[in-house]
């Protein structure tokens, strides 16, 4: 039993009435609980977003890594010969690759300002979840002895 003083009355507290519990504070509420999911769902549907767009960005480096390989390829098994250069369009898949395709074009940039000057363009096509895609290099060379050129003149 405690005794406790108040502006000159003594009085005092039972026990049993200082250990009795409020029921109103037992647990959360159903709002606080219906707070705490809105918060947790919003953490974990950003948290989806961003893992979703992490994959994409892995799946296009993927890719152009993949497509740079080809192109190297492309490079090296049809080479271009600058004494032999014309203008002429090239296309062919890779054995070891499927689904992709490969296209090269080349074309004089100008024969009366820049004789032998060739521009080429290089392309890889693909096919990714129903979307065509493609990545192209473009590189020019100079080939001014080129026979294509002395026939001309």
């Not at 960005?57 to 993927?62: D, E, F, K, L, P």
């Not at 203008?87 to 898949?93: A, F, P, Q, R």
């Not at 129903?130 to 294509?148: L, N, Q």
């Amino acid at each position: 039993m405690f005794v406790f003083i108040k502006r000159a009355h003594i009085g005092s507290i039972a026990p049993n009435y200082m250990n009795r519990k409020s029921t109103s504070k037992i647990g959360m509420t159903l709002i606080e609980v219906l707070i705490a999911m809105v918060i947790l769902s919003v953490g974990v549907s950003s948290m989806m977003v961003a893992m979703s767009r992490c994959l994409a960005v892995v799946r296009t480096a993927r890719n152009l890594d993949v497509v740079r390989s080809l192109i190297r390829q492309v490079d090296l098994e049809n080479p271009i010969d600058r004494k032999n250069i014309e203008e002429t369009t090239e296309t062919g898949d890779f054995e070891d690759t499927e689904g992709y395709t490969w296209s090269r074009e080349i074309f004089m940039v100008d024969e009366e300002e820049r004789p032998g000057l060739f521009l080429v363009t290089t392309r890889i096509n693909w096919s990714e979840r129903g979307k065509d895609s493609f990545e192209e290099v473009i590189t020019y060379k100079y080939a001014p002895d080129a026979e294509s050129l002395t026939r001309e003149f």
